[in-house]
């Protein structure tokens, strides 16, 4: 069965400096997707970045990168020049083509100022 | 609409009462899915409708769970007895559908925050 792990229950980081959140996945699948997204207080999932298995290209949406280890099954999130409303719950999340988004345990980002 | 409205925000039942969740998805998605986010966890897949498909049920922990889509759009999800256990917060999400469901992106709802005393 594919599982996602997030080994880091909390991170935190000051303001404008840049953090790194892990995550590992276990899976057979050659072909599927994989995803960060961020939970905020206000419980709304939004999504921060998508990655396809298939390219080797890492992802990247303005301050947010990926760096996806498809041998190793590593998708750590990068983001740069971190700001105050970045702080959240993120969740990595990983789905086959014809399947259903499992998700991981969550991390904790703080964020000071 | 502009993104996936779920009603009502917060519930407080009592134990053994029956509740519904209401979640209305973006116009135009053939996809929907609920999940149930426990306290300080991460998302618990429920059901997911696809269409005029047979829904994958294989999520729902119990038969006191069930969910209908209306029409190919609003969905229910009910919840029959409730228990302590089934406090949670029931997120819903939609999707394109277009080609499957791991190729389409998911859009969440603000979830709806259930409390059984």
């Known amino acids: 069965a594919q599982t996602v792990t997030q080994s880091q229950p909390e991170m935190s980081v000051q303001e404008a400096e840049t953090v790194t959140l892990s995550c590992t996945y276990d899976?057979?699948?050659?072909?599927?997707?994989l995803f960060w997204y961020k939970q905020p207080p206000s419980r709304q999932m939004i999504l921060v970045i998508r990655?396809?298995?298939?390219?080797?290209q890492n992802a990247t949406e303005n301050r947010f990168s990926v760096n996806f280890q498809k041998a190793a099954k590593s998708f750590s999130l990068k983001i740069s020049d971190s700001q105050l409303g970045d702080a959240a719950m993120y969740f990595c999340a990983y789905i086959r083509v014809t399947d259903k988004l499992i998700f991981g345990t969550g991390t904790r980002l703080q964020v000071f100022p | 609409g502009a993104g996936v409205s779920q009603s009502p925000s917060n519930k407080v039942t009592e134990k053994g009462k029956d509740v519904e969740l209401r979640c209305d998805p973006i116009?135009?998605?053939?996809?929907l899915y609920w999940y149930r986010q426990s306290l300080g966890q991460g998302l618990e897949f429920l059901i997911y409708f696809q269409g005029n498909s047979a829904p994958d049920k294989s999520g729902l922990p119990s038969d006191r769970f069930s969910a209908e889509r209306t029409g190919g759009s609003v969905s229910t999800l009910t919840i029959q007895r409730t228990q302590q256990e089934d406090s949670a917060v029931y997120l819903c999400?939609?999707?394109?559908?277009?080609?499957?469901?791991?190729?389409?992106?998911?859009?969440f709802g603000p979830g709806t925050r259930l409390t059984v005393l």
């Open positions: 999400a939609s999707s394109l559908g277009l080609a499957g469901a791991g190729t389409d992106t998911q859009y």
């Open positions: 116009s135009g998605h053939t996809a």
């Open positions: 899976t057979s699948e050659s072909d599927y997707y």
């Open positions: 990655q396809e298995a298939y390219k080797q």
